[in-house]
């Protein structure tokens, strides 16, 4: 089993910036993704960004140029840096780990971005 805990949401205004942190409770190096995913009020959940375990990021879209995914082993935490900020942006965002058989979820960490 696996813990991931989340922070580092809040409210911001548009234009501005935070940067969400996941902590996992055993050691990255064995994870083959980690991602993060958003889900806003009536829809559905969405990839926003990932990173495998050799350093490889995929991005969505909408978020390309404004949001960067990294990952600290030495803190077993992946971070989101989110810049930029645009009221559409808001959701609950959730990190999600892949340590192969299995996918493990965090509880979520919500972000508002005001207009």
């Known amino acids: 089993q696996v813990q991931l805990v989340e922070s580092g949401g809040g409210l911001v205004q548009a234009g501005g910036s935070l940067r969400l942190s996941c902590a996992a409770s055993?050691?990255?190096?064995?994870?083959?993704?980690m991602a993060w995913y958003r889900q806003a009020p009536g829809k559905q959940r969405e990839l926003v960004a990932a990173?495998?375990?050799?350093?490889?990021?995929n991005y969505a879209d909408s978020v390309k140029g404004r949001f960067a995914i990294s990952r600290d082993n030495a803190k077993n935490t992946v971070y989101l840096q989110m810049n930029s900020l645009k009221p559409e942006d808001t959701a609950v965002y959730y990190c999600?780990?892949?340590?192969?058989?299995?996918?493990?979820w965090g509880q979520g960490t919500q972000v508002t971005v005001s207009s």
């Open positions: 990173m495998s375990s050799g350093g490889s990021t």
């Open positions: 055993r050691s990255l190096f064995s994870a083959n993704v």
């Open positions: 999600k780990a892949q340590f192969p058989p299995y996918n493990y």
